[in-house]
């Protein structure tokens, strides 16, 4: 949910000048800078700061615009984890942990900053105890280039979708952040001026921080740039235009390696970038399993904590978390999800599946974890007496025949031609009957035993036969290591636990309030009385 408008920045301007007063000591911080460039400092700078100081600083610049922030001096009372005195950096305006772009303290200073939007906020704060010289710091509006710490963002040419300026040279440095790992970088639109060799207009990628580093590529004309991976936690951008013909120029999406990733094993698990801290604001992050042909995917919520629904629509409107049957946004959406909710599995239709996450420029929370499984193709059918199944061994191929059985282990499957086959008569290998929606059906478990070493890994899939209609069906009843799903919901129920006690203590103190509120109203209609009886007396 973002703050934006006149009205908000006017709002987050009156919070800014609260923070910046020191009470009873005439000394000012922090403020509202709007102009295209400035500086600002800690209070009585180049001197020590003050003691007990809380001040923000709101940079604000033209929209379509980012703040580039950089630090000439910095010198703070140190601490391992910053608890005494700090500086904060935040994306955007609000105090958000998403938006957080890093604490700091000590005499390292902080890198060059590059905000995602038109606004950052920088808040200093110092304690009781050992002041030191503060900061110096300068901001200026950055319209093209800048240093980009994020997990993920969007980068445009100047002007874009317009045509850009001639005699323009933008350079944007991704990364730098401490947990960030190799970037991909995937163009959605791009118009560049053509030319033999790309000699007047063009974009070239390099594999590290500087144009000294490998150069990935050089591109211009209208033919899209291949994704591109980098080797290292840092990637850079270089736009160049010469003295005429423009056009479109481009629009780009880059991913860190915890934001963008592809999964192909037959079970794996995932989670929200920094799970289970919050996760980063301005999030596009794509996860996409890939199996072989013939599985299905089949996802296991463990745990799931997003910003809540829309209080006007309704719905996921900020940040969420999709699913697509496929591996592209372009196919059938399984699910779209926010807030806090236990949900229940989902099963891909065919063997990919896609899940997207959206965040938005405030509110971010603890996040998901997902496990997964393939659900292993399989052929099975049903007679008045038997079972009949089918599992190609290329899906299998690297289990032996005896880890494939119906019920027991003494009904192992068989090897024949190119697949594993089960065919056993209802009376034996485990089958019962049952009945289910005044049905009567012959019920059976399939286990598929993937256990390695000392890590136990069966999988099970209830077997169900129809005899009168001679129809069968399959269902993956586990999958995942049942200790992580438990586990899970053990978290989960703690969470409910703690926040009905929230509740509780919430509801205590409200009615604890009432009574007292209550309790003044009789006090003061009683002494009222008291008054009206002693005028007429006299």
């Not at 800014?16 to 911080?29: F, T, V, Y």
């Not at 292993?376 to 190609?392: A, E, G, K, L, Y």
């Not at 890994?457 to 129809?471: G, L």
Request: net charge neutral.
């Amino acid at each position: 949910m973002g703050c934006t408008g006149a009205g908000c920045l006017a709002a987050l301007a009156v919070l800014c000048g609260a923070l910046g007063d020191a009470p009873g000591r005439g000394i000012k911080c922090g403020g509202v800078l709007s102009a295209p460039s400035g500086n600002f400092s800690s209070p009585n700078f180049p001197g020590p700061y003050p003691y007990e100081m809380e001040c923000t600083w709101l940079i604000v610049v033209a929209e379509g615009s980012s703040v580039l922030l950089s630090f000439s001096h910095f010198e703070l009372e140190y601490h391992a984890a910053c608890a005494y005195d700090y500086l904060q950096v935040y994306n955007g305006a609000a105090r958000d942990r998403g938006n957080l772009l890093g604490t700091f303290c000590g005499r390292s200073p902080p890198p060059p900053f590059s905000s995602a939007w038109h606004v950052m906020a920088v808040i200093f704060r110092s304690d009781r105890h050992v002041a030191k010289r503060g900061f110096a710091a300068a901001y200026r509006k950055d319209a093209c280039g800048g240093q980009l710490t994020g997990l993920s963002g969007e980068i445009t040419s100047p002007r874009y979708p317009e045509s850009y300026p001639n005699d323009a040279e933008c350079r944007w440095s991704i990364g730098g952040a401490s947990d960030s790992g190799p970037f991909t970088l995937v163009f959605t639109d791009f118009q560049v001026e053509g030319g033999q060799g790309c000699g007047f207009d063009y974009v070239a990628l390099f594999d590290g921080p500087t144009a000294a580093a490998p150069r990935l590529g050089r591109y211009c004309g209208s033919a899209r740039p291949p994704r591109t991976v980098s080797s290292a936690p840092h990637l850079l951008i270089l736009f160049k235009s010469d003295f005429n013909i423009g056009g479109r120029g481009f629009k780009a999406h880059f991913y860190s390696g915890e934001c963008q990733e592809v999964f192909t094993a037959i079970k794996g698990n995932l989670s929200s970038p920094r799970y289970p801290n919050f996760y980063p604001n301005n999030l596009k992050c794509q996860w996409s399993i890939q199996l072989p042909p013939g599985y299905r995917v089949k996802v296991f919520f463990l745990d799931m904590e997003l910003e809540g629904r829309s209080s006007l629509t309704g719905g996921c409107d900020y940040d969420h978390l999709a699913a697509f049957d496929g591996g592209t946004e372009n196919g059938s959406l399984l699910g779209r999800w926010c807030g806090r909710e236990s949900l229940a599995p989902i099963t891909s239709r065919s063997n990919q599946l896609l899940l997207v996450l959206h965040t938005d420029r405030n509110m971010a929370k603890r996040g998901f974890s997902i496990a997964y499984v393939g659900v292993v193709p399989m052929n099975v059918s049903c007679t008045r007496t038997d079972f009949h199944i089918q599992i190609p061994v290329q899906s299998l191929a690297q289990l032996e025949r005896n880890r494939i059985y119906l019920g027991t282990p003494s009904c192992a499957a068989q090897v024949v031609g190119r697949n594993f086959k089960i065919h056993t008569r209802f009376d034996t290998c485990g089958t019962e009957s049952q009945k289910r929606n005044n049905t009567s059906i012959i019920v059976s478990t399939l286990y598929i035993d993937f256990s390695a070493g000392d890590e136990e890994d069966i999988h099970q899939y209830e077997v169900q036969c129809e005899p009168k209609r001679k129809e069968a069906s399959v269902t993956l009843i586990a999958g995942p290591n049942p200790s992580r799903l438990s586990q899970a919901e053990n978290l989960v129920d703690a969470q409910q636990r703690e926040g009905g006690a929230t509740d509780a203590r919430e509801n205590k103190s409200q009615d604890t309030s009432d009574i007292v509120f209550i309790s003044i109203c009789i006090l003061a209609g009683l002494l009222m009385v008291i008054a009206v009886v002693g005028l007429v007396l006299l």
